[in-house]
């Protein structure tokens, strides 16, 4: 190191990894040359121990790797969504399944086109997202077909390539909101039809009273077992 920052007459850095104790630890060192008049030039050297930032680059690093195989390995649609502009930044396998597009395109391709929300509404969900308002959201989506299927959207902020993100999973439950519509209808023919049958019992009932108020002969009610 110390030929090599004489050899190029400027100050470079370094890192070294040493053993204390059991402990693993990194330095950041910087090395420059310090000219002497008449002398040989020296190697000056500074060190500044790093391990706390090192433990903390090595920690982001496995985080992103759990984050990308989570995103890339679960068959749920997944995008990751530019905050401000609703741009599609990435999408992962189960959205290029689900939406029927190919990767690329999802990528030229933002929000607006797959949501068929109002573009306001649609930013206005964003924008609480990131404020940490709501974490999920209701919506009828687009295919690549023509086909809509509605999808309830859980998000979260994130911050993707130094840009603030929304990280969004779509769940599709469509079958399920027309099963829910069906028995709705269902229940709304039920309850109909117990209203009409209740009224065609009291309009029974009145005519027979009037019959029976009307008839001037005797009439009474017999038990057909005495």
């Not at 749920?76 to 189960?94: E, R």
């Not at 990767?103 to 964003?126: C, G, Q, S, V, W």
């Not at 065609?200 to 009145?206: D, K």
Request: with cysteine.
């Amino acid at each position: 190191e110390h030929e090599r920052v004489l050899r190029e007459n400027r100050a470079l850095e370094f890192h070294h990894d040493l053993q204390r104790g059991a402990e693993n630890v990194r330095f950041w060192t910087i090395r420059f040359p310090i000219p002497r008049a008449g002398k040989p030039p020296l190697v000056g050297t500074m060190s500044l121990d790093v391990t706390r930032e090192k433990l903390a680059e090595d920690a982001l690093k496995r985080s992103e790797v759990r984050y990308r195989q989570m995103f890339e390995r679960v068959n749920l649609p997944k995008f990751i969504v530019d905050a401000q502009t609703a741009a599609i930044l990435d999408a992962n396998p189960g959205a290029v399944e689900f939406y029927g597009y190919p990767l690329e395109t999802l990528k030229t391709m933002t929000m607006l086109d797959i949501n068929l929300a109002e573009p306001d509404f649609i930013r206005e969900k964003l924008r609480q997202v990131m404020a940490g308002e709501i974490s999920s959201c209701a919506f009828t989506q687009r295919l690549a077909d023509g086909s809509t299927r509605d999808t309830e959207s859980y998000a979260v902020a994130i911050e993707h390539n130094g840009q603030p993100a929304v990280y969004c999973t779509y769940i599709d439950v469509t079958e399920r909101n027309r099963a829910q519509a069906a028995l709705e209808h269902a229940n709304q023919a039920l309850e109909q039809r117990v209203l009409e049958r209740t009224a065609e019992l009291r309009e029974e009932r009145n005519l027979l009273r009037t019959v029976i108020d009307t008839v001037p002969d005797f009439i009474y009610v017999k038990d057909a077992q005495h």
